[in-house]
């Protein structure tokens, strides 16, 4: 194929490309719902919503980042922002420790179902006494109940 010819299916390649993301950035709502998850800074949030005073360890990770580990008074919260990673499979994942209870769970995930859960754009992560939420709209969801025995 002549030098000539890759050009002219480079640009029409291109053009093609451009044309698609402008309608469909043009088209897009305020609140990211019909975004292209791949274009959207997603935030994650993990927020301590214990009573008493209770201190909030908060250790999360991705397997190519770990965000260290962070002690949370009553309501503060650790937060990061990223971009999907270009090859796929972008994952988070956190433990969540108080007094005598642990848990381990995906803050995010890579998939459809949990971009709708974060409501395109923020997952929000409470920690109450019962367990660990999900924001979805303005309800939290219990996700994930607190498990009994010593950290790590």
């Not at 305020?30 to 935030?43: A, E, F, R, V």
């Not at 949030?45 to 360890?57: D, E, F, M, P």
């Not at 009553?74 to 988070?92: A, H, I, P, Q, R």
């Not at 709708?116 to 006494?129: F, R």
Request: some cysteine; overall charge negative.
């Amino acid at each position: 194929m002549s030098y000539f010819c890759k050009n002219v299916i480079f640009f029409i390649l291109f053009q093609a490309i451009a044309i698609t993301l402008l309608i469909d950035s043009s088209s897009c709502e305020s609140n990211n719902s019909h975004q292209d998850p791949w274009l959207i800074t997603w935030h994650v949030h993990t927020v301590n919503g214990l009573s008493n005073g209770k201190i909030l360890l908060v250790h999360c990770k991705s397997k190519d980042n770990d965000l260290g580990i962070h002690n949370l008074t009553v309501d503060t919260e650790f937060s990061w922002k990223f971009k999907l990673n270009f090859f796929g499979g972008t994952l988070f994942w956190c433990y969540m420790a108080h007094d005598n209870f642990h848990a381990t769970l995906d803050v995010f995930r890579e998939i459809e179902g949990f971009f709708d859960e974060c409501n395109y754009g923020d997952c929000i992560w409470t920690a109450k006494d019962d367990g660990i939420y999900l924001r979805k709209g303005n309800v939290d969801q219990l996700r994930e109940e607190w498990k009994q025995g010593g950290l790590w």
